[in-house]
């Protein structure tokens, strides 16, 4: 929220200021009261923006996918299930599989009709080159303070769309590796953000 | 298998991150259900991963959010809303603000969100104004366009009965032209005598078929009671050619009486009705 401009801060100052619990949240997203799907929205529409622009490294992309998120958020939040994982991880993997359709639709398209996993995933990596180079965009790259081993995991997994297996191909080493580093860098990611 | 390699195996983690199979993430589900420290560990990569998204945020533009609740609004929510929303009224009615409808909230954000629906709300309303200005100046011009029309069709009219009136009156002259050109046509001026030296009429004799015509010039009105008659001379003697209209208006030319081989014409007064030889005094006269 720190780039909003200046004309709408007023605005946003004068609407009331709710907050919520995340049990409260979801009890109001269930009775699909507008104003908690708002405040979803206000809350959240940043990170996964963000998630999705480290995804697709395309900001009109990012923003028709986005709307897709919120839409399939509201449609489908009965199927959300607060036992299996925060109202966030839900959301944001709302997101990612988008992305990763996207993607994976758009690899598809440019030629590589070859349905052999290799070849797709080399197709996403050929797409996504510049899913290692978005600096460009301006992005502040937290994931950068990371050590290379850890910075790769999360590019690859988590903003690159691939599944372990294929990093593992990708990458030339054992799955097990692929396991164990992702376990390293997400520990390395909690002490960085503390 | 034991908490501590569950959780040092990474499965946490790309549970979180999506990255697990089903059969992985039902394991995960089968673990934090029956270990405490699994769930705990669970809870905090979430979090982790939620705080590290959110340090990456980038704000999306601001019109996105009213496009979003104005897709959702068109159609899910008042299938859905009414029903279930109630429950949650009654129970937090007093402590949160009243539940509102999806497409409030829309409204609220293209109004809170996006300047440019209030320019184009601005934009609008100027224009259904200078709309409605125009609107009344028609409406005003065309009352005004109605009368004028109104009042041409009443010229119109009166335009199309002298029109009918000249056209009766032309055909009139047309046939008293056609008359007057017949060869055998001869016309005969009668002047006044000493009781009115300017009266004055044309008599139009068809010498063949003894048809005759009067025109009235100039005669003074016939007083009360009496009434001017029309006279053929034949042989000396005079012969009775019909009546002029108390009025003495006969309307231009004027078929009077046949008398053939007449070789003068005189108009007499006479008391009304007329007589069979003339007794009063002779008005005009002229010879054939």
């Known amino acids: ?194 | 298998m034991d908490s501590k390699t569950f959780i040092e195996s990474g499965a946490l983690e790309a549970y979180v991150m999506g990255l697990a199979t089903e059969q992985e993430a039902k394991l995960v589900m089968e673990m934090a259900a029956q270990y405490a420290e699994v769930k705990t560990e669970l809870l905090a990569i979430e979090d982790a991963m939620r705080v590290f998204d959110g340090k990456n945020a980038v704000t999306p533009p601001v019109e996105l959010k009213a496009k979003i609740l104005a897709r959702i609004g068109s159609s899910e929510f008042r299938v859905s809303g009414s029903a279930s929303s109630s429950t949650v009224g009654n129970a937090e009615s007093e402590t949160q603000p009243k539940v509102r409808r999806l497409n409030d909230a829309a409204n609220a954000a293209v109004a809170k969100q996006s300047p440019f629906f209030k320019y184009a709300a601005a934009v609008a309303l100027l224009l259904l104004i200078v709309s409605a200005y125009y609107n009344y100046s028609l409406s005003n011009k065309l009352d005004e366009t109605t009368k004028q029309v109104a009042e041409i069709q009443a010229q119109n009219d009166q335009l199309n009965s002298t029109m009918a009136s000249a056209d009766s009156s032309v055909k009139k002259m047309i046939a008293e032209i056609m008359l007057l050109k017949t060869p055998a046509m001869k016309s005969v001026e009668l002047k006044g005598m000493e009781v009115a030296p300017e009266a004055k009429a044309m008599v139009y004799a068809n010498t063949q078929s003894g048809e005759v015509y009067l025109e009235l010039v100039n005669l003074p009105p016939a007083p009360d009671g009496m009434q001017y008659q029309f006279w053929g001379i034949v042989d000396g003697k005079p012969v009775d050619a019909g009546m002029i209209p108390l009025d003495g208006n006969l309307s231009g030319i004027h078929p009077m009486k046949t008398v053939t081989n007449s070789t003068a014409y005189a108009i007499s007064l006479e008391p009304k009705g007329g007589s069979q030889q003339p007794q009063g005094k002779i008005y005009v006269l002229g010879n054939v």
Not at chain 1, 42 to 47: C, F, L, P
Not at chain 1, 131 to 151: A, C, H, Y
Request: hydrophobic share 35%; charged share 30%.
């Open chain 1, 1 to 194: 929220m720190a780039k909003k401009p200046a004309n709408s801060l007023f605005l946003y100052e004068l609407a009331p200021a709710i907050k919520y619990s995340e049990e409260q949240l979801t009890e109001r997203l269930r009775a699909q009261d507008a104003d908690a799907f708002s405040y979803l929205y206000d809350n959240y529409s940043g990170a996964l923006y963000g998630t999705l622009i480290r995804m697709v490294n395309d900001e009109e992309v990012a923003q028709d996918l986005l709307q897709e998120t919120f839409v399939k958020i509201w449609k489908s939040y009965s199927s959300y299930n607060a036992e299996k994982g925060r109202l966030y991880t839900w959301m944001v993997n709302i997101a990612r599989n988008l992305a990763i359709d996207h993607k994976r639709s758009r690899a598809f398209k440019s030629g590589e009709k070859n349905q052999d996993i290799d070849k797709s995933v080399s197709a996403i990596n050929r797409s996504q080159k510049t899913v290692f180079n978005i600096d460009r965009i301006g992005l502040k790259e937290l994931v950068q303070k990371l050590k290379p081993e850890s910075q790769e995991m999360i590019n690859l997994l988590y903003y690159g769309g691939y599944t372990q297996e294929e990093a593992a191909k990708e990458l030339g080493m054992p799955l097990g590796t692929v396991k164990t580093r992702t376990r390293t860098a997400l520990i390395e990611l909690r002490k960085l953000i503390d």
